[in-house]
């Protein structure tokens, strides 16, 4: 019956957002996960809580009109997903990259639901952004582009409503742009959103916590096969935010980081990747990361993203974007006795690609769970701005550490409460499936 159920909430899924595949994808993960849970308490069937949490509270689009620095007015499109507040106020990045559409902020938003739900603070789920790509964009052009954007986003957030963050294409120079506009447009000075910098309300901490909270969730996939994080080989896709502060923590745990790549293609450094380099290029001079074996004659370049996943490595963490590890690549990790693949970026394995690996033991840790960790200092960060309040680099990390082990813990616990032991991708959609049905069973039919 349950199976039934799923399939015809899927069909519903399908119909009423027709070319969307990745929400779709997305959606598809969870709802096969929670069929345990509709069998074991059919009054969430009854009070249809998955057709309601599929279906977005509310979603806006609109007009971003900016002129660049030739003079020429540009047009982009600018999306904000309130998915869900059941616990909290919608919480949830935003991405400038030209692949945004409506659908890749839906899968987004709705990933975050449950992530969030996980990371045991008090956020709902949302996502934004818009197909602006800052690539190649001088520093006014990216100022008046965030200028804009926040000149319609403004009437939609709040601190008690909705604070974004930032995601691919966003980081702190864009969220300083965007915070300014918000200001000036209020006259507020709140916490609006969060990854804002040290000297106006940022936390310590939130530029390295997704990564670094990935490594602490590796830490403990680690220990349940007995193993360390000491001598081991890892390859980190991506060099962005995420991969530059997982390769960080990786180096500081004993272990080394082989390969990094970016949308053109992928370095390997058998010696250990220098970071310092590749922090240059990335975060100073927003470079491209074949410009690093100009410097280290051990390394070599190889044109194409893709195929970073044939690098033989004991851990791999696909930090960069969707979809990136197909079966083929899962295949080549196996092949290479990979033993844990763990998701920095959101959904970067196919459905395919995660088969693959579970059906050959590479512990597998989803991204709903092992990259949480950003969003949950974005909420750290929340609460020091309520409080009027800065904590210590070492209080923020100790807390971090902290959420990364309690989620662990939910994942495990959940999987084995519903038959699925050690299965981390069905104990992450349960665990964060039940907190979220429980609270909307709670509010009756909003
Ligand atoms: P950044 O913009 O800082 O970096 C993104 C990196 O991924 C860049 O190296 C980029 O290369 C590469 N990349 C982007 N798109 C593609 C593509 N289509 N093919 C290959 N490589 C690509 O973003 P983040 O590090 O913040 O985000 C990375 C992932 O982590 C995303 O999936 C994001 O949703 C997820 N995430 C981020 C969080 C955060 O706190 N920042 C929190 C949780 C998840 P290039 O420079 O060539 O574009």
Redesign the pocket.
């Known amino acids: 019956m349950a199976s039934q159920y799923v399939d015809m909430v899927m069909g519903q899924v399908v119909a009423r957002n027709p070319g969307e595949t990745e929400f779709h994808q997305a959606v598809r993960e969870v709802a096969e996960s929670v069929q345990v849970v509709i069998d074991k308490n059919p009054e969430f069937a009854t009070m249809k809580v998955l057709e309601r949490i599929v279906e977005p509270e509310r979603q806006i689009m609109f007009r971003i009109p900016w002129v660049d620095d030739h003079g020429q007015v540009q047009i982009n499109r600018g999306f904000r997903v309130e998915f869900n507040s059941a616990i909290g106020p919608y919480k949830g990045?935003l991405?400038f990259?030209p692949?945004v559409y409506l659908g890749i902020i839906k899968f987004?938003g709705f990933e975050q639901i449950f992530?969030n739900a996980l990371t045991t603070t008090p956020i709902g789920g949302g996502k934004g952004g818009s197909d602006f790509d800052p690539?190649g964009k001088s520093n006014n052009e990216v100022m008046r582009f965030c200028q804009s954007f926040m000149n319609e986003l403004f009437r939609h957030i709040g601190e008690d409503t909705d604070v974004p963050?930032?995601?691919?294409?966003?980081?702190g120079r864009e969220i300083g742009y965007m915070f300014g506009q918000y200001k000036k447009l209020t006259n507020t000075f709140t916490g609006v959103l969060t990854?804002k910098g040290l000297e106006w309300g940022g936390s310590l901490v939130?530029t390295e916590?997704?990564g670094y909270g990935l490594v602490y969730f590796v830490t403990r996939m680690l220990q349940d096969k007995g193993a360390t994080w000491k001598g081991k080989k890892v390859v980190v896709?991506?060099?962005?935010?995420?991969?530059?502060y997982a390769t960080q923590k990786v180096h500081e745990l004993g272990a080394k980081v082989i390969a990094m790549?970016?949308?053109?293609g992928y370095i390997v450094d058998e010696a250990g990747i220098n970071l310092n380099t590749v922090k240059r290029i990335?975060e100073v001079e927003r470079g491209?990361?074949r410009e690093y074996v100009d410097e280290h004659r051990t390394a070599q370049y190889v044109e194409g993203?893709q195929g970073i996943w044939t690098v033989p490595c004991d851990i791999a963490l696909p930090?960069?974007?969707?979809n990136?590890i197909d079966e083929t690549a899962a295949k080549s990790l196996v092949k290479n006795k990979c033993m844990v693949v763990a998701e920095?970026?959101?959904?970067?394995s196919t459905p395919e690609a995660i088969e693959v690996l579970q059906q050959n033991h590479v512990a597998f840790g989803p991204?709903k769970a092992a990259?949480?960790?950003?969003?949950a200092t974005?909420a750290l960060e929340m609460c020091q701005n309520s409080m009027r309040l800065s904590w210590t680099f070492e209080e923020v990390d100790k807390r971090l550490n902290m959420i990364m082990n309690a989620i662990y813990d939910q994942c495990t616990a959940a999987a084995e409460a519903y038959g699925v032991k050690g299965d981390l991708v069905a104990g992450a959609n349960i665990a964060g499936f039940l907190k979220v049905a429980k609270a909307m069973m709670a509010q009756g039919i909003v």
């Open positions: 990045g991405r990259h692949s987004l992530k690539k963050a930032g995601d691919i294409g966003v980081g990854g939130r916590a997704t896709s991506g060099s962005g935010n995420v991969a530059i790549s970016d949308s053109n990335k491209r990361i993203w930090s960069a974007t969707q990136e920095g970026a959101n959904m970067p991204a990259n949480a960790g950003g969003v974005s």
